[in-house]
């Protein structure tokens, strides 16, 4: 978001626009529904897909940046930085230095995208 301009892309392409955007994330305070893969919504369906890398920054990106993380580039988010490296267990590591780990309820481990020449980790989400 820019000033009152969201834009949402999908694999670094821009798909839509909203210009009219009259509340900020900081506006929503303190939250308790903050999840990956689900809605706070207990009818809506759980994200069928696995997910590698999940960034959170104090302010907007723009186009170039989107694109450049588009290409597998890390990001590396200033306020949650998960990179999804962890092998097991229920406790997902903030690399930004802020501390904000979050808690795995119900996710699979998977090992370098299942190639052994890559030094990478990913979790599958699953329904819980």
Do not use: K
């Not at 978001?1 to 305070?29: C, K, Q």
């Amino acid at each position: 978001m820019s000033g009152t301009t969201g834009t949402l892309y999908v694999n670094g392409t821009p798909v839509g626009t909203n210009p009219d955007i009259t509340i900020t994330p900081a506006d929503l305070g303190t939250t308790t529904q903050d999840w990956i893969g689900r809605s706070e919504y207990a009818g809506d369906p759980f994200l069928d897909a696995s997910v590698d890398d999940f960034n959170i920054y104090n302010s907007p990106l723009s186009a170039a940046q989107v694109a450049t993380l588009a290409t597998g580039v890390a990001g590396a988010g200033n306020v949650v930085d998960y990179t999804f490296d962890e092998t097991g267990g229920t406790t997902v590591t903030d690399s930004s230095g802020n501390g904000n780990n979050g808690t795995i309820l119900s996710a699979e481990p998977i090992l370098n995208f299942g190639d052994p020449n890559l030094n990478d980790h990913l979790w599958r989400l699953t329904a819980s």
